[in-house]
């Protein structure tokens, strides 16, 4: 697609620091709806996402989002709503102050920045902990409530870097749902992550990056069948993983897996059919409460190892 229409129009965008190169010679168009940027942990993911939230300014290139250039220009940041992949919260605030004190620095008065924050909460499932500080959240409360504050103030596009990080597998399928949902109902999001599957059920447009470049773009059913030839590694935190293993173990599509402190990594070759399984097995609590579950980036590596020879 051309730069019409588009939300990120990028031309030979670089980012460096010092002698490290962070984003290398990139040309790219975003076109509206969900887009998924995928790729390893350190491929650059977050170095563009900061460049697309004006937090750095290009070294090299030019980059318009939203139809027109990013940085020094504070009018387009109140229609980008951002969700950071590092922590930074008043803990001392409960989650609903804390995204009504913001949505007050944008403008709102008092009454409507409890109302927009109370809703932005709601589509997260966090009101029951609305009146709690935020220095009492579990891990996955805290990846809620920076969702909640990114979508509060109901910007055009949400950029979102690495949000499902940290969830438990019920509050990640719902995220996912409400990622599906926002893009259905026009909104644009471009959403990182280093694992596929979680990018597949969002949206099937997506962007490749490793090592600064974009080494692919387009449709994921185009590099789905290089995925399912490599192993997909999950790590899962439980209160019970013995337990939790032994009935993963009673169908085949768990290939090997070994147990850490309070954990059980697992390899499997159908992650559709897995993360499927684990879900169901996490709203039965049949092996006890599952906190967590992550992906490391060893199948990524592969596929990427493939794409660049």
């Given at each position: 697609?051309?730069?019409?229409?588009?939300?990120?129009?990028?031309?030979?965008?670089?980012?460096?620091?010092?002698?490290?190169?962070?984003?290398?010679?990139?040309?790219?168009?975003?076109?509206?709806?969900?887009?998924?940027?995928?790729?390893?942990?350190?491929?650059?993911?977050?170095?563009l996402?900061?460049?697309?939230t004006?937090?750095?300014?290009?070294?090299?290139?030019t980059?318009?989002?939203?139809?027109?250039?990013?940085?020094?220009?504070?009018?387009?940041f109140r229609?980008?709503g951002?969700?950071?992949?590092?922590?930074a919260?008043?803990?001392?605030?409960?989650?609903?102050?804390w995204?009504?004190g913001?949505?007050?620095?944008?403008?709102?008065?008092?009454?409507?920045?409890?109302?927009?924050?109370a809703?932005?909460?709601e589509?997260?499932?966090l009101?029951a902990?609305?009146d709690?500080?935020?220095?009492?959240?579990?891990?996955?409360?805290?990846?809620?409530?920076?969702l909640?504050?990114?979508?509060?103030?109901?910007?055009?596009l949400?950029?979102?870097?690495?949000?499902?990080?940290?969830l438990?597998?019920?509050?990640?399928?719902?995220?996912i749902?409400?990622?599906?949902?926002?893009?259905?109902?026009?909104r644009?999001?471009?959403?990182?992550?280093?694992?596929?599957h979680?990018?597949?059920?969002?949206?099937s447009?997506?962007?490749?990056?490793?090592?600064?470049?974009i080494?692919?773009?387009?449709?994921?059913?185009?590099?789905?069948?290089?995925?399912?030839?490599h192993?997909?590694?999950?790590?899962?935190r439980?209160?019970?993983?013995r337990?939790?293993?032994?009935?993963l173990?009673?169908?085949?599509?768990v290939?090997?897996?070994?147990?850490?402190?309070?954990?059980?990594?697992?390899?499997t070759?159908?992650?559709d059919?897995?993360?499927?399984?684990?879900?169901?097995?996490?709203?039965?609590?049949?092996?006890?409460?599952?906190?967590?579950v992550?992906?490391?980036?060893?199948?990524?590596?592969a596929?990427?190892?493939?794409?660049?020879k």
């Open positions: 697609m051309t730069g019409a229409g588009a939300v990120v129009q990028a031309e030979h965008l670089s980012k460096w620091y010092g002698q490290v190169i962070g984003l290398n010679d990139v040309t790219v168009t975003v076109p509206p709806g969900v887009t998924g940027l995928l790729g390893p942990n350190g491929a650059g993911k977050s170095t996402l900061k460049l697309l004006g937090q750095l300014k290009p070294s090299h290139g980059l318009a989002v939203l139809g027109g250039p990013i940085w020094g220009r504070p009018e387009v229609r980008i951002f969700c950071p992949e590092q922590d919260f008043y803990e001392r605030m409960t989650g609903a102050n995204i009504a913001l949505l007050r620095l944008n403008g709102l008065d008092e009454a409507a920045s409890r109302e927009a924050a809703r932005a909460l589509q997260v499932d009101m902990a609305a709690r500080k935020i220095g009492g959240y579990s891990k996955g409360m805290r990846q809620r409530l920076k909640a504050q990114a979508l509060a103030h109901d910007p055009d949400l950029i979102l870097d690495e949000p499902l990080s940290g438990d597998p019920i509050a990640r399928r719902k995220a749902r409400l990622i599906r949902d926002l893009g259905r109902a026009g644009s999001l471009i959403v990182s992550s280093h694992v596929l979680e990018v597949e059920m969002m949206t447009n997506i962007l490749l990056i490793n090592h600064g470049r080494l692919a773009e387009g449709d994921v059913h185009q590099i789905r069948d290089l995925i399912d030839e192993p997909h590694t999950v790590s899962i439980a209160d019970d993983p337990a939790l293993a032994r009935l173990l009673a169908d085949d599509d290939l090997s897996l070994r147990f850490g402190e309070g954990s059980v990594t697992v390899e070759a159908k992650p059919a897995f993360y499927s399984r684990l879900t169901g097995l996490a709203a039965s609590e049949a092996a006890g409460p599952i906190r967590e992550t992906s490391p980036d060893d199948n990524l590596q596929v990427f190892r493939y794409l660049v």
